[in-house]
């Protein structure tokens, strides 16, 4: 008997109910997704979560009430927490750091195409940050300014050994888990296990924090 695919819990979280509706109408209806319940600020979205337990929460960034950032950083405070999206119309640069920062593992603005949401529902799902083309260029093209942060990344990531450093810039980069074993030359599971030291040498929460780090020491 074949065994059955997992379906993607996502929890919507936002504070216009026409912006909820539309997500709604399009998750709900592409393979292997099911919107399990809404919130309208980030305070209903911790509640939601322990109503719900989703696999993903798509996170609006800026509501009354408690804001997308500060509900970010308590849901993946949690023992088991969900994969957080962070969608919104303002890419403003502290934006995606703060919420990255909080352990949102992507960001997408609202005029994202559906088929590229649904995608990244996925993939965040499975554990591959995501962010937008535009996210990704702006945060690629931001220049270390305060020499501060570029020590300190420095300084954190002197705590790896020179493989899990390897590995670490090239998720900086981008690289999924096969590109860095291709690229690498060891297996995938080396590479997940790499990945997950990097996570607990450094008190991280996700890929994402990775690759800021790797952005933040000039290692990109």
Request: glycine residues 8%; negative net charge.
């Given at each position: 008997m074949a065994t059955m695919a997992r379906v993607i819990r996502v929890l919507l979280v936002d504070d216009d109910p026409l912006v909820r509706a539309g997500l709604s109408m399009m998750l709900d209806g592409a393979s292997g997704i099911t919107v399990v319940g809404e919130a309208s600020d980030g305070g209903e979205a911790v509640a939601?979560?322990?109503?719900?337990?989703?696999?993903?929460?798509?996170?609006?960034?800026?509501?009354?009430?408690?804001d997308g950032i500060t509900a970010t950083r308590r849901l993946r405070a949690r023992p088991v927490p969900p994969e957080v999206i962070v969608l919104t119309t303002f890419d403003a640069d502290e934006d995606i750091l703060r919420?990255?920062?909080?352990?949102?593992?992507?960001?997408?603005l609202k005029d994202t195409p559906p088929p590229q949401l649904v995608e990244a529902v996925a993939r965040v799902a499975a554990g591959e940050p995501i962010l937008s083309p535009r996210v990704t260029r702006r945060l690629m093209e931001r220049t270390v300014t305060q020499t501060g942060a570029y020590e300190r990344a420095r300084g954190t990531l002197a705590a790896l050994t020179p493989r899990e450093s390897e590995v670490a810039v090239a998720i900086g980069r981008g690289r999924t888990n096969a590109d860095i074993a291709a690229e690498l030359a060891m297996s995938v599971t080396t590479v997940k296990a790499h990945v997950s030291s990097i996570l607990t040498k450094l008190d991280l929460d996700n890929r994402t924090q990775i690759a800021l780090l790797a952005h933040d020491a000039g290692l990109t």
């Amino acid at each position: 008997m074949a065994t059955m695919a997992r379906v993607i819990r996502v929890l919507l979280v936002d504070d216009d109910p026409l912006v909820r509706a539309g997500l709604s109408m399009m998750l709900d209806g592409a393979s292997g997704i099911t919107v399990v319940g809404e919130a309208s600020d980030g305070g209903e979205a911790v509640a939601g979560t322990d109503a719900h337990a989703p696999d993903v929460v798509l996170m609006d960034l800026r509501m009354p009430g408690v804001d997308g950032i500060t509900a970010t950083r308590r849901l993946r405070a949690r023992p088991v927490p969900p994969e957080v999206i962070v969608l919104t119309t303002f890419d403003a640069d502290e934006d995606i750091l703060r919420a990255l920062r909080a352990g949102a593992s992507g960001f997408l603005l609202k005029d994202t195409p559906p088929p590229q949401l649904v995608e990244a529902v996925a993939r965040v799902a499975a554990g591959e940050p995501i962010l937008s083309p535009r996210v990704t260029r702006r945060l690629m093209e931001r220049t270390v300014t305060q020499t501060g942060a570029y020590e300190r990344a420095r300084g954190t990531l002197a705590a790896l050994t020179p493989r899990e450093s390897e590995v670490a810039v090239a998720i900086g980069r981008g690289r999924t888990n096969a590109d860095i074993a291709a690229e690498l030359a060891m297996s995938v599971t080396t590479v997940k296990a790499h990945v997950s030291s990097i996570l607990t040498k450094l008190d991280l929460d996700n890929r994402t924090q990775i690759a800021l780090l790797a952005h933040d020491a000039g290692l990109t």
